[in-house]
């Protein structure tokens, strides 16, 4: 069993930037694929970006291209999120995820382990 740790999560107003970490219990092959995910009030959740764990390959949701960036540190078991730009539609709880199955982690059905969410607020 793998568990998933976030923190980084706060309020901010529009237009700063926010740094999320997911830091997992164990490196498996269910941890090959890592990504965030978030759920708006009344929204389904959705794919936010995604890293494959080995080679560092990114691939993200069209709607934060250009103003989020994924990354991995290996030595610290943690995915990172950096966000820049933030906008009020940004505001959701966020979600870390791992799963083992490729080729990018961008939908729900390919989740293995979910993290517990970290509340995310832009304000106008």
């Known amino acids: 069993q793998v568990q998933l740790e976030e923190s980084g999560g706060g309020l901010v107003q529009a237009g700063g930037s926010l740094r999320l970490s997911c830091t997992t219990s164990?490196?498996?092959?269910?941890?090959?694929?890592m990504g965030w995910f978030r759920q708006a009030p009344g929204k389904e959740r959705e794919f936010v970006a995604t890293?494959?764990?080995?080679?560092?390959?990114?691939y993200y949701a069209d709607s934060v291209k250009g103003r989020f960036t994924i990354s991995r540190d290996n030595a610290k078991n943690t995915v990172l999120l950096q966000m820049n730009s933030l906008k009020p539609e940004d505001t959701a709880v966020y979600y870390c995820?791992?799963?083992?199955?490729?080729?990018?982690?961008?939908?729900?059905?390919?989740?293995?382990?979910w993290g517990q969410g970290t509340q995310v607020t832009v304000s106008s």
């Open positions: 995820a791992a799963g083992a199955r490729g080729p990018v982690l961008s939908s729900s059905f390919l989740v293995d382990y």
């Open positions: 164990a490196r498996t092959f269910r941890t090959n694929y």
């Open positions: 890293i494959n764990w080995s080679i560092g390959n990114t």
